[in-house]
């Protein structure tokens, strides 16, 4: 069973950043590819970014490439989102996500756990 605990969300302005974390339990951290995802009011969950479990392999949606990075640190067992030039359609609530058979996917249906998420609300 993995746990995961995303925090670091928060009211910001337009062209503000924020530093999203997502702390995850168990020993297999490591080993995981993981995602981060997004869901604004009234609209479907999507995909944000991911990353392989080495770090050497991350994915990006368009609407944030350039924008977002994701990290990890696996020592921590933590993944990190940084986002900067925030736009209002960012304001989501923010999910990160653990893909145990270590394949690399933006599909939501592949991720095995989730956390609760995290609301960014990015104001004008």
């Known amino acids: 069973q993995v746990q995961l605990v995303e925090s670091g969300g928060g009211l910001v302005q337009v062209g503000g950043s924020l530093r999203l974390s997502c702390a995850a339990s168990g020993r297999s951290f490591s080993s995981y590819t993981m995602g981060w995802f997004r869901q604004a009011p009234g609209k479907e969950r999507e995909f944000v970014a991911t990353?392989?479990?080495?770090?050497?392999?991350?994915y990006y949606a368009d609407s944030v490439k350039g924008r977002f990075t994701i990290s990890r640190d696996n020592a921590k067992n933590t993944v990190y989102l940084q986002m900067n030039s925030l736009k209002s359609e960012d304001t989501a609530v923010y999910y990160c996500?653990?893909?145990?058979?270590?394949?690399?996917?933006?599909?939501?249906?592949?991720?095995?756990?989730w956390g609760r998420g995290t609301q960014v609300t990015v104001s004008s």
């Open positions: 996500a653990a893909e145990t058979s270590a394949w690399v996917t933006s599909r939501l249906s592949d991720y095995d756990y």
């Open positions: 990353i392989s479990w080495s770090g050497g392999r991350t």
